[in-house]
Nanobody
Framework: QVPFVESGGATVQPGGSLRLSCAVS????????IGWYRQAPGKQREFVAVISRGGSTNFADSVLHRFTISRDNFKDTVYLQMNSLKPEDTAVYYC???????????WGQGTQVTVSS
């Protein structure tokens, strides 16, 4: 069973914002780092952002300066704040541990983000 549950997806207009949540089952600090990933229709799943146990972050070039990632250790939750959304951000967004081969990982249901006018 995947210990991550994503929520917060919606349909928004280009230029809009959304905040996704990733609820971690158990202690969030069990994981060295937690990442957000996405999969657009007809494309492979790709890395979006990651936050380490210590709070260090990293982003894919395509979302740099538009997305931020944060964590609330008391709520065992990781957030992805998405601003200035573009149609190409349309995808199912997933959270999961970081550092493994994406094809080897088990995934939850994700949350759908659609950017469309």
């Amino acid at each position: 069973q995947v210990p991550f549950v994503e929520s917060g997806g919606a349909t928004v207009q280009p230029g809009g914002s959304l905040r996704l949540s990733c609820a971690v089952s158990g202690n969030i600090n069990t994981f060295t780092a937690i990442g957000w990933y996405r999969q657009a229709p007809g494309k492979q799943r790709e890395f979006v952002a990651v936050i380490s146990r210590g709070g260090s972050t990293n982003f894919a070039d395509s979302v740099l300066h538009r997305f931020t990632i944060s964590r609330d250790n008391f709520k065992d939750t990781v957030y992805l704040q998405m601003n200035s959304l573009k149609p190409e951000d349309t995808a199912v967004y997933y959270c999961n541990t970081y550092g493994l081969d994406l094809n080897e990982m088990t995934w939850g249901q994700g949350t759908q983000v659609t950017v469309s006018s």
